[in-house]
């Protein structure tokens, strides 16, 4: 597991202890903007140990190029830590998006 999928999830778990309820946030519980975010993620940790670049592309630049601030993020994890089921939810986007990338890569 990279250094990023695990702050990812140690950043879950750490983060239900300041919540942000929907209302706070301003945003939907499923949002396709942190699962173009978590695949990103994703995405620089399969090139880095593929060794097709460097160590990765740190996490703060990819929230930065998908226009939120660090501080954003962590609202929208710490959302995601209250309610797991919206994250499910995004999860599922991320394993249907990164499915068609694969298929779409495989040529079917």
Known sequence: M??????CVLLLAVSSACTTSPEELGKEPVDSLMAEIFIDVHLANAR???GYGSD???LDTIIVRRGLSR????DR???YAEYPQAYL??????????????????GF
Request: proline share 3%; glycine share 6%.
């Open 48 to 50: 880095a140990e593929l």
């Open 77 to 79: 994890m710490a959302f």
């Open 71 to 74: 501080k954003e993020f962590d």
């Open 89 to 106: 939810v995004v999860q599922n986007q991320i394993m249907d998006r990164l499915g068609q990338e694969t298929r779409l890569v495989a």
């Open 56 to 58: 990765g592309t740190p």
């Open 2 to 7: 990279s250094v990023y999928s695990r702050y």
